[in-house]
Every structure is written in structure tokens, then in C-alpha cells.
């Protein structure tokens, strides 16, 4: 039996909806109102709570003992409801058995092991850049940028052979929007789910990926006894899911920050070694990854709201990130503040594996800019990508002048 | 659940809250942060660094309970060779004193399998007793051997009681002698021996061992004390070579501290030694590392740190910043 006796609900009710198309467009608003509400709030038309405020959002993070994830990280409660393809097993798993894949994955994606990359991805930025600014100063950074260096750097440092890498995107992009409630976005996917899940998982096997790569590597971690031959692809996976979409819209954050803060590019073209913290400056501000659902084990409290057991928790990334109890003028993208600490990738044992990933592969694109580029600026409105967990955007026309 | 703040980004220093005798020679330590907050993650097989009030440095298997977060637990034998570390902690540590901690680092990671031996020599059962749980846990099938001189000197005896036939406790006063390889049998395809203990017993396992498939034993060797120049307590210089500025790192600010101060914003993000945000190349000097991250090998190269909670085992470290 899956009934629970129903209890007052204690947390203030925020009577809003965090995947309408209207809040997805613009997501601050809602925001501000959680975060006002209290420390925890209830949200009763998906039956979830949800905290907003930094410290809140932080605390939780860190919690996987009252707040584990192996019940799924999206609005599912996997107590009760199938997932839609098996979990995985880093961000759908809690300790003890997420020690081992995480274990094996973080260090294939350490900053030591991604030595070996930065030369080569600095100068695939630079070819990449030199190619659209060919064509002209004035283009779709999306299209031209943000969407083609990742796809063209990741998946070779995974060691996926070339064909097919068009469908990393959409898969990526319905794993995402999975995490939000049964919506249109989720219906928009479904239609090709067992043929992108299938695609995806054919380039798992050890036969289907290069010998030199993250996947290879994966594979020889199994090969060593230090995660299972079954545990393998489903690493591999993890990289395929979380490693493509998720860059693509923090590169387009930070472009789209700088272009629209012109002193902050003069700011970074004055001193490039700030490339890094403007990246993670436009991963505080935008917060490619908006929210991630954990589910209460046992009762959890909030300050002086208990959180039933088995509720839903929705932790809002984005407003911890603009929470003006934490950062001053939190809405300001502003290369002078440190951004250290921000939960835009996460914290805790679950925290994103690939953010030195993304921190090089942002790195190389704003540096390689910078080499030819005097200034940057919008040549047009930008437009939203709606996502049930990201925020993206799916054009942002950009004029630059040339140094 | 209380909601902690962020981590400071100071050396972490803990507070003995318990000390326990809890075999002949046996004393453990629980520690906790003075303000009561969240301690970093750990997994079974990983140890700390306590930075002792005498200055000396010394590596003790975590042995607690890691759904606790807000408490560690290690197990400390009396050595009879000791040279200042495990006497101060069982004549001059009390609960209220503070220690410095490093890590926790783990070496000696509980691989998944479905099947697994444990064999513990004397103190050598501290990494294993979270192991044992876990594997429990996870319904494995598992055997674990303690091996002791005697049941008076074999600690968290009453701890393993409650597994039942799984444990086999083997005290040589009593019992003599063990015949490991006998113990160990043709243990089943896919079993992962794990082994923690004295030189000799780890040398006997190796032997016993031989014959098996790669990857199939895992050891820990039990260091009796380790040797290593004790940490400073003394304020250190760090050049950064590229901003060409010197500053001083005194005990009550960590090095991402004192170079922020010096206009140099490093990027960090879980200031406890995890994620690796902070990196910094090293150009010269010697590290203090106190990071989770870093294998022997890469700690040996000496060639990076972790700002955040690293420090300098020399009077100046060069970083390339």
C-alpha cells in the first residue's frame, strides 16, 4: 500500500507553477516569491515543497542522509512510480552504491586528467571561432557556439565514434525536461525516447567507444574491479546525459552575460585569466541547471517547518543563487564579485562531475574569442529555450567588432 | 535538518568530544566540529590526518558511522614504539581538545561485488568495520576474519557480536596459529579480499593470494608511525609567480585566504578539499596536503594543491598564480 496518512501541511503555500511556459520564460519573479515565503514552502498543485533561499538550498545539497536521491531527482517519487529508463547511478543513487561509480568518475574527470585536453581544446576554440567569424561579425552564438563546441570537443573525449552525435541534444534536452511533471515538454519528447534511449545506450558498450577516452576509461575501472562490467555503460550514460546540454546552455549564459554587460567584457579582455570566473559568474546568474527534486527520508525539518516523509522537495539552484541574503546585488553579472560558492552545479556528493569539463570548455571558447574579438554585442532580442529543469537559450544573435 | 553555513575556509579544526578505552591498548576518538556543523563525506576504507596539539601528523582509519555526519570515529592502538603521536592521544588527549584534520582520503575503497572476505590483524580492523557494515548492508555475502593476540586486545569485539557466524574471531592465545590459506579456501569467482593489518600478516595474505585472479585482494598496509615532518604551526611564506606578490599565511587563514587578500581571486567551491575547483599549480616548496583528492603518487609530485584547505610543510611555497 502506498496511502499515507495526509497531515496538515505546515510549510507557507506558494500557490505557483515553476514549469509553466510563462515562469519558464522568466523564472525571477516566482523566484523572489519562494524565497520570501520562508525557509520552505508548498507548492499544492504538484504536492511538493520546495526551498529557494541560499542557505536552505545549500543545507540540502549536503544532505543525503534526510534528503537521499535514490528516490529520483525529479518531481517521480520512484518509492511509488517506475522511472522512465533505469536510474542512474550518480544522480539517482545514494551511498553505498553511488561510492564506486562516483569514485571512478570524478577522478576521469578531474582537473589533473583534463591536462592532457586543454591544449588541444583551446586551439579546436580557436579554429572554431576563427570559421564563424569567416562568415562575418554578426551571428547566432547558439547556433554558431554554444551548440558546436561542446559537440564537437565532448564527445571525442568520451570516445564516441561520429555518427549520431546529433541525437546527444535532443536526448539530453527530454532527460531534462523528464525531471519536470508530465507537461508538454515532456510529450514533445516522448515520441523518439526508445529511439534516442536506444541510440544512446548502443554507444555504451565497450565496442562502440575509442580506446583513448572517458568511456575507455570507464570500461577499464571494470576491468580493474572497481565498479561492475553491468555498471559501465550506465556511467557512460551519465556522461552522454548530463555532459552536453548543460555546457552548451553555460556557454551561451556567459556569452549572453557579457554581451549584455559591455564593462564586464572590457573587464575580462583587460585581464583573460578572469575567463573562469566569468564562467562560473554566468553559472550563478543564469544557472544552466535551475532546480533538482530530493525526497525526504523520514520527517525533515526547516527551521520550524517539518517536511513530511516522503514529500517531494524541490530545490531551487537558480534563486539560492540570486538570494540577497548571500550575494550583494545578486542580479548583477559582475566579473568583480567571487562567485565561489554558488550551487549552480550543485554541492555535496552529488555535485556536478563534469564541472571542470565545462569550466575548460567555456574557458577555451572565451579565450579564444578575446584573441580576435575588441567587442561584443546583442544584434537582436534573445530568444528562450523552455526546459522543466534548464534555462536556456535557443538564440542569441551577437555582433562583434573585430580586434 | 539544520541548515549549516557554508564551510569557513580555515585549516578544519575539530573537537575530541569522546574518548573511549576500548581494548588493551585501544582508544578511540570521536570528533566533531566545535560549532557543531556538518563534517565532510566519507566512505569505508578512507582515513584522516590528525594534525595532533604536539604538532605531529598521523593517519587514523575512519570507523564510525557515515549516516552520522556530524561526528568521525577513529580507533588509535598504543604503540609500544610510539614516538609522540599514539601515546599523546592516550595519555594527554581529553575530550575538549582541539585537533586539526586533514582528508578524508580514501586509498583503500570497498569495491562493488557481491561477495567479499575481510581479514583484520589487531588494530588493523578499524577500515574494515565500516566495510563490514556497508557490505552487510547491501546484502552481500560476506566473511570477516580478526585476527588479535588475545580477545582483551581486540577492539569493537561487542560491535561485531551482532553479525553472528559471519565474524570468525581468532585470538592466537587462545586458538594458536591460523592456516590463512586453509581460512581462505578456493574463495568464489568475483570475491574481493580486503586485508588491513601488521607487514606480516599483509605478506602472508599476499602469498595466500597468489594464486587468484588480479584485483582480487586489497590491502591497506597498517603503518605504525608514519613518518613525515610534522605540520607547521608557524605562518608560511606563498609567492605567486605570475602577480609577483608574497604573502604570509598565518595558522588562522588558509593559503585561497591569504592570496584573496593579495587581489588574487582564486575560484573555489566546496572549500573542504573535494571538488577541485581551486587547483593551483605548485612551482616549488613542498605541500602540506590536506585534500581528498590526490592519490600517493600525485601527492609525491608535488606539482598542484588544493588551496583551500592545503598548506605548506616549508617556510614558502612558489604557486603559479
Redesign the interface.
Known sequence: MTTTQKRPIEAPVVDVDPFDHDVLEDPLPMHEQLREAG?VAYLPKYDLHAVARY??V???L??????PSSAGVGLSNFRFEKPWRPPSLLLEAD???H??PR?VL?KIL???ALRKLRDDWFADAEVLVDEVLADGPEFDAVESLSTVFPLRVFPDAVGLLPDGRENLLPYGDHAFNAFGPANDLVAKGEPRVAELSGWVSSRCVREALTEDGFGAAIWAASD?????PQ?APLIVRSLLTAGVDTTVHGISAVLYGLATHPEEWRRLRANPS?A??AF?EAVRWESPVQTFFRTANGD????DVTVPDGAKVLMFLAAANRDPRRWADPDRFDLTR?????VG?G???H?CVG??VA?LEAEAVLTALLQRVESVEPAGPPRRHHNNTLRALDSLPLRMTLA | MTAAAPPRTTTVTLAVTGKEHVADGVATLTLARPDGGRLPDWTPGSHIDLVLPNGLTRQYSLCGDRWDAHSYRVGVLLETTSRGGSSHVHEQLRPGHLVGVGGPRNNFPLVPSERYVFVAGGIGITPLLPMVQQADLLGADWQLLYLGRSRTSMAFLDELASYGERVVVHPKDELGPLDLAGFLGEPAEGTRIYCCGPTRLLAAMETACAGLPPYTLRTERFVAEEQGAPARTAPFEVELARTGTTVTVTPDLSVLEAVGSAGVEVLSSCRQGICGTCETGVLAGRPDHRDSLLDDDERAAGDCMYICVSRALTDRLVLDL
Open positions: 525557509p542557505e536552505e545549500h543545507a540540502a549536503l544532505d543525503w542522509q534526510e534528503l551511498p553505498p552504491r561510492d564506486a569514485r570524478s578531474g582537473p589533473r580493474r574491479g572497481d565498479i561492475t555498471q578572469l573562469r570566473v562560473d525533515v525539518r526547516f527551521g567571487d562567485p565561489s560558492g554558488h552545479f554541492m555535496g556528493i555535485q564541472q571542470h569550466r
